[in-house]
């Protein structure tokens, strides 16, 4: 019996058809240099955007350090008053050093003294017991004349990366997504939309919870080691922010990872019950790695939800196998 050409199956018609047209390796080369390209560019203009609303970003970033809570007040400086106004701080340590008075000082006033026959304006120590707002938050400072350049580029750099990750998703996609047939397709494109939702959840959860946390316990341990915390350099703690959020992005694409490679058959659910003793130490290597601080307690404070990602993917990989299993029965007749 003779075939009905209508009845042949077309390239890409069939769900296990795909890879698209047949390309030479030049071909191929072509396509990967579009693709850095547009990904550059994505990138570039990430950075643009960041540098324009530099100021913006500043005043997001530093949202944490003022909001955190557990900053004890800083006792080392003396507030120099005029009137009831506070004009600045000096520091305690370096005050008793000038002045050569072994007694604290609690606050220094601008008073009027006559000396002779001239009237002066003098700085001498408040007798009247004044109690202050005593600053909490460690002040961010530039301390060489191209700092404000640095944290800017510093910003553009890594906001240009944040902004652009969805971007850069899609174009690797696209490149890679002619080479795979339909079913593996799908699973792409829903793991290029899981990914950028979790991505994008890690660093909220970073920016929201974890920061906080982690400024206050590195203000502890420096103080607990002996040395002051109340300034910092703007540009190593913008350094750390983008870090610290950069890497809580990355590492809540782990269930991507491993829901991607349950997919394609390269793991099942039983290996992630067996490997779980050895993804609790991978996941404190990974948040001792992303954490900008050294202290502990927060990385197991990362630690602990890049473990909890695992458990939910190593739930969601027995389901699929529960499903499948459960689909595949035969039915009585």
């Not at 992005?249 to 390269?266: A, D, H, M, Q, S």
């Amino acid at each position: 019996m003779e075939k009905n050409p209508k009845d042949e199956v077309r390239p890409g018609e069939n769900d296990e058809s795909g890879g698209g047209p047949v390309k030479s390796f030049l071909d191929h080369l072509e396509d990967l240099r579009w693709m850095l390209v547009k990904s550059v560019i994505a990138v570039v203009l990430g950075m643009f955007v960041c540098m324009i609303a530099g100021n913006k970003l500043v005043q997001f970033l530093t949202w944490p350090l003022e909001h955190a809570r557990g900053f004890r007040p800083i006792t080392t400086e003396v507030p120099v008053l005029l009137g009831t106004n506070i004009l600045g701080r000096l520091s305690a340590p370096a005050l008793a050093t000038a002045t050569g008075n072994t007694n604290p000082i609690a606050t220094l006033r601008f008073a009027p003294v006559l000396i002779g026959t001239n009237l002066i304006l003098a700085v001498q120590p408040d007798t009247n017991v004044i109690q202050f707002a005593a600053r909490t938050v460690p002040i961010l400072k530039n301390y060489t004349p191209l700092g404000g350049f640095m944290v800017a580029l510093k910003l553009a750099i890594y906001g240009g990366l944040i902004l652009s990750f969805p971007f850069l998703f899609y174009f690797i996609g696209s490149f890679v997504l002619p080479a795979l047939k339909v079913k593996e397709k799908k699973i792409l494109y829903r793991a290029v939309a899981f990914g950028t939702v979790l991505f994008f959840l890690g660093v909220a959860f970073c920016y929201f919870v974890l920061a906080g946390v982690a400024l206050v316990a590195t203000v502890e341990f420096s103080q607990w080691l002996g040395f002051g915390a109340d300034e910092w350099r703007a540009e190593e703690y913008i350094s750390f922010m983008c870090q610290f959020m950069l890497g809580m992005g990355l590492g809540f694409e782990l269930p991507v990872v491993i829901l991607t490679l349950v997919k394609i058959g390269l793991i099942s659910y039983k290996g992630l019950n067996k490997f779980r003793r050895y993804a609790i130490v991978a996941n404190l290597v990974i948040a001792a790695v992303v954490t900008p601080s050294a202290d502990p307690f927060t990385m197991f404070l990362m630690a602990i939800p890049l473990q909890l990602l695992y458990e939910l993917s190593a739930l969601v990989a027995w389901y699929w196998h529960w499903r499948d299993s459960k689909s595949s029965k035969p039915v009585d007749v």
